[in-house]
């Protein structure tokens, strides 16, 4: 079937555009495509022939006893059956999809005027002579492109299922026996907490010491400052100088404490936490 379907057919059509000089361009895509789907599928074996032992290797490496263990967990095994699921779907759907399309790929010549065939390939006889002839070459194609559909394209499924399932095994892995809302999560809630909002009240009043001295020029100049008598007058420009340099708090004259000082400390310390993460 294998010499037959995924050799002989591809062999006959493009043996059949190299002889030919006159063809039907839309009967030359749909016969491109299956030509592409058939050269694509031996691309995507290849992998699988070259590299057997290893693939039997690492799955024969996820069926013993440390993996059978973590698995008897009730975490490993809902990793695991969410990955098993996700396949299943993904295959299903695919599977569907595949089966449309090569349905409509198959019948679409019984939808047009004589004796026409799903690929243009050379045949050593006229497969449109008769009834009887044109239903037995027409089933034989139908046949092998019904092979090459499903041999072709379900790889495609089988990788990412593979995929998947290393993922799931890794996240296996990964587990670790620390509670997530445990004491020692409540401890660092409130440890957290806290320290936020200790730098917190620094910069919010910080910011809004600033933002009140910088508005004393303009509160001065919305003031009625020409009722007042010479001596006001001169204190109220002394005041204006000294507002335009506004008052801040500042941690050890290294940077002032505002809200964009606390933005700040919160994008850093998240980057230092990004940072540390992936060293881990």
Known sequence: MYVFFIILVPTL?????????NFD????????????ETVSWIAKLLPFITNANRMKKCI?????????EMLQRYTSAKIMKECISVCRRNSTVFLYGVIC???S????????KGYQLPLD??????????????????????IAISYCAFAGTLIDPLIGGLACHATGQLKVLKLSKIKTFGYYFIQLVFYFGVILAQIYFYCFYGSTLFEESSSI?????SSKWYDFDVPCRKALLILMERAQTPITVAAGKIMDLSLVTFATILRRSYSLVAV?????
């Open 105 to 112: 790929f198959i019948t679409k010549p019984l939808f047009w």
């Open 217 to 221: 020029i303009n509160a001065v100049y």
């Open 60 to 68: 024969t490496y996820f069926g013993t006893r440390y993996f059978e």
């Open 276 to 280: 540390l993460n992936n060293y881990q």
């Open 101 to 103: 399309g090569m349905t």
């Open 121 to 142: 390939m050379w045949l050593p006889f006229d497969a449109t002579s008769g009834p009887g002839i044109y239903y037995t070459t027409y089933s034989f194609l139908a």
């Open 13 to 21: 059509t493009i043996y059949n555009y190299i002889i030919q000089e």
């Open 25 to 36: 361009i839309l009967q030359f895509n749909y016969t491109a495509t299956f030509l592409a």
